[in-house]
């Protein structure tokens, strides 16, 4: 139980800057369906951390959530196969009205909706919208001919977007999964730790994040 409660501890501390950082772009996203696979698995994680027994199992499960979880915020980076739903104020109006998608790897836009002016839920036909996944950031524009609905005006989060984001776990990159075992080995040894992490850890984690960066 102790265990239980440091891991969620450690949850409830990223959650919160999760949501700091959330607060200063203007969108929002929201995990709808997650992977039941991690991309550092438990034997991994006992073996970054020469554990042998299986005493901690559920302490070093719940290490890896979290720091998956974190690699993810600094990366911009769904790690893991999973669906988000993306939520945005509006459509874009301006030039090209191309909405972009601050992620990646993004494999499928499946599907479009806003609140209209009769108050309620509506999809876009996928035939009026054109994706790219491939660039950095992925992009939506309307088909050729086509502009983007009208909303009900002063709403916000008034269009949702879900996404199929992610990687098997055989192709997350290698440096997410040292980042991970970095954070994960820094806790387990200082399930107390409230402060900032030591230098020569935070240096090597900065160093394998940026290197996966996107932009």
Known sequence: QPR????????NIFQ??????MDRVPHAFELTSASASEPVTLTEAKAHLRVVGTDEDTYITGLIAVAREKVEVDTE????????RLWIDDFPRGNGQVIDIPLKPVSAVTLIEYWSTDEEWV???DADYVTDVVSAP???WPASGVIWPTIQAGRKHAVRITLTCGAAANSVPAAAKHAM???IGHWFENREAVGKVPTEISLGYEALIGSIKWH
């Open 4 to 11: 239980r409660s440091e891991v969620s501890r450690l949850r």
């Open 181 to 183: 075992k970095l954070l």
């Open 123 to 125: 999809e876009v036909d």
């Open 16 to 21: 919160s800057f999760y949501r700091l950082v």
């Open 77 to 84: 980076r769904a790690l893991i196969t999973q669906t988000r």
């Open 138 to 140: 992925g992009r939506i």
